[in-house]
């Protein structure tokens, strides 16, 4: 079977230098200290490895999930997260991660690094929620209702854009989105030349120029790394700012392009009434 990648987020990228690509890493640096089976905020374990001086955080992990989930929207977390994984690799760099369990996209694998965990109360370190909301981000926009599998391996024609994790429906979120704000002027073009070239160092210095020439339509250098990761940052801005008094920006357009969908406004009450 495929193996899945994490959808990770690193703490590092938060200053604008844009280092190694979630997508394009692989795991082989994150080390599984233990992993449950999720029933909204109930575990059960389904492979537990404690590591020495890791026993501490695999026992507390109950708790903190307790919070995780306490801080994220219910019906999403209780459809599509149905495991809990420990990844680590060491303080800093990766933080969490999301990934499909199996190729229909269905269920979702939630990872956090131990090492990155805050002492105190989650909702109070910023860089922790931004990377949880970040993180449901992508289930909410690459699970089974928005893509399905594919076999296609370039992008098919504007119609509908192709993820690392399949075809997006034509109504999906992340679909409409690079309607929006990836097909116009060469944008998806330069992005997708850029994709193809074969050293990661070339590559991630071109992802750093296109971000440069386009800085005043992302929210973050992450952002610019694909259209998958811009949905996840703009989506995290829109729960975490105001809502835009005009539509003059793109990062405003970005912003209000989630106000037309009720459920994720309804989503953004839900989270900001657990961090308020
Ligand atoms: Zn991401």
Redesign the pocket.
Known sequence: MKNFAY???MVLLFTECLSLN??LEDDADLETLGKWSVQGNQLKVIAKQPVENNTLYVQNMADYWKQIYEVLPKKGMDKYVTELELITDGPSETLA??KPTDESNQTWNFGIDPADLPKGKITENQDFMHTLI??F??VLTLNNTQIEPSEAEYQVGEDRYLTMEGLAFKKSYINQFVQEFWYKEDRIESWDEIQSIRSERKKIDRITLFYLNHKDAFFTA?AA?SP??DI??SWTYFILKERPQNDHTELNKKLLFFYQYEELVAMRSEILATIF
Do not use: N, S, T
């Open positions: 959808l990770i987020f979630g997508q991660g999301v970040h993180e981000g992508h992450y790394e998958e990761e996840a940052e």
